[in-house]
Each structure stands twice: as C-alpha cells, then as structure tokens.
C-alpha cells in the first residue's frame, strides 16, 4: 500500500512563498514519477509539476513556471514544491502524485497514487 502524505500549505499574501513536501511510503520512491496536481475553487484539476524517476527532467505548467520548482530527496522519501511570488490564482488544494509510468501525463490518466491534499490559500 502506497501512502502519500502532503504537509506545507497554508495562508499567505500575494507574492509570498511557501513550500510544501509530501512523504512517501510503501515504495520504492526513487523508482516513481513524482508529481503535483492543484484543484482551485470552482475550478477543474489541473497539473502543475513533475519529476521524473529518474529526477532529471521536470515539467511544469506555463502559469507556475519561475515560480514553482519540484525537487526530492530520494534517501527521505519526499517530494518538495517550492513556490515563489504566489498569487491569488495559485490558491487550492494541492495533491502529491506518483506514477509507475517513466512520464506523468498532464491528464492525471496515469497517476497510480494521490495523496489527500494540502491547502494553500493566497490573498491578495
């Protein structure tokens, strides 16, 4: 059983940062694509960054990119999002993601694992 468990959000003023990370378990971590999905308020789920197994390419929506980067630390289990000069459209719950798959599809079709979520709310 796989368990993803995400921590770091909260309440912040536009153009503030947070960073959240998400702790994995029940797996061989370094052998996932990790990554992050958000659901806004009245909004659909969208993707917002990955990380390959092999933690050397990364992807990211336009709206984050230069704002937001994905990283792990493979010996403990986790993975970071690190956002920078938030805004008030970032606002949502943020879900940690894994897949099997070499590549995470933007469309979340191929994501075996979600974690709950973390809230991030950006005022402005």
């Known amino acids: 059983q796989v368990q993803l468990v995400e921590s770091g959000g909260g309440s912040v003023q536009a153009g503030g940062s947070l960073r959240l990370s998400c702790t994995a378990s029940g797996h061989s971590f370094s052998t996932y694509s990790m990554g992050w999905f958000r659901r806004g308020p009245g909004k659909e789920r969208e993707f917002v960054a990955t990380?390959?197994?092999?933690?050397?390419?990364?992807d990211y929506i336009e709206a984050v990119k230069g704002r937001f980067t994905i990283s792990t630390d493979n010996a403990e289990n986790t993975l970071y999002l690190q956002m920078k000069s938030l805004k008030p459209e970032d606002s949502g719950v943020y879900y940690c993601v894994a897949s099997r798959s070499g590549v995470m599809a933007r469309d979340g079709k191929n994501v075996d694992y979600w974690g709950k979520g973390t809230l991030v709310t950006v005022s402005s």
């Open positions: 990380i390959t197994w092999s933690r050397m390419d990364t």
